[in-house]
T-cell receptor, first 114, second 109 residues
């Protein structure tokens, strides 16, 4: 049982480069999310998708884009990376979007922009 | 603004009990989650409270007081494997999750 798979697990990226973080889930969950986690801060929502074909902006969307062509995949793209995007990125999914819906997280992608 | 406050770090002894507090100020309230996150790993679900009171689940219990904007996670019979960060998150009026920075719990033998 894979759950949510993120790739790569870690990456060092030159500033200005384009990068796509991959996220795939096999639970047929409707909702998917991208968070970044920085030391001393809570998880911050970048983008989300409540169902395939729809996306929305979270708390910190600038510099990032997402797409949701199908239920399983939710890639996050950094068009032109900057050092402030150095972070640990977590993809998550949930069966629905109700308030009591548990989120399942991937193992994270540690990204360093130099 | 929206704010979730948790202690940054706590230390406890194996076999003991520890209480991790979380206070929140959010635009609306639709429930509160606790997640556990071991170092370098993904957060995993522990509990969800939406009504006042105590919810017990094995060695872990979670308490909520909506009028006080307060929750705590109680861990009993601490084990070394409980060393982790504990994240408090509140569902606001827009059904968005607002996350605290987490409490790093260190268990000593």
């Amino acid at each position: 049982i894979a759950g949510i798979t993120q790739a790569p697990t870690s990456q060092i990226l030159a500033a200005g480069r384009r990068m796509t973080l991959r996220c795939t889930q096999d639970m047929r969950h409707n909702a998917m999310y991208w968070y970044r986690q920085d030391l001393g801060l809570g998880l911050r929502l970048i983008h989300y998708s409540n169902t395939a074909g729809t996306t929305g902006k979270g708390e910190v969307p600038d510099g990032y884009s997402v797409s949701r062509a199908n239920t399983d995949d939710f890639p996050l793209t950094l068009a032109s990376a900057v050092p402030s995007q150095t972070s640990v990125y977590f993809c998550a999914s949930s069966e629905g979007t109700g308030p009591n819906t548990e989120a399942f997280f991937g193992q994270g992608t540690r990204l360093t922009v130099v | 603004g929206q704010n979730i406050d948790q202690p940054t770090e706590m230390t406890a002894t194996e076999g003991a009990i520890v209480q991790i507090n979380c206070t929140y100020q959010t635009s609306g309230f639709n429930g509160l989650f606790w997640y556990q996150q071991h170092a370098g790993e993904a957060p995993t679900f522990l509990s969800y409270n939406v009504l006042d009171g105590l919810e017990e689940k094995g060695r872990f219990s979670s308490f909520l007081s909506r009028s006080k904007g307060y929750s705590y996670l109680l861990l009993k019979e601490l084990q070394m494997k409980d060393s982790a960060s504990y994240l408090c998150a509140v569902v606001d009026s827009n059904y968005q999750l607002i996350w605290g920075a987490g409490t790093k719990l260190i268990i000593k033998p």
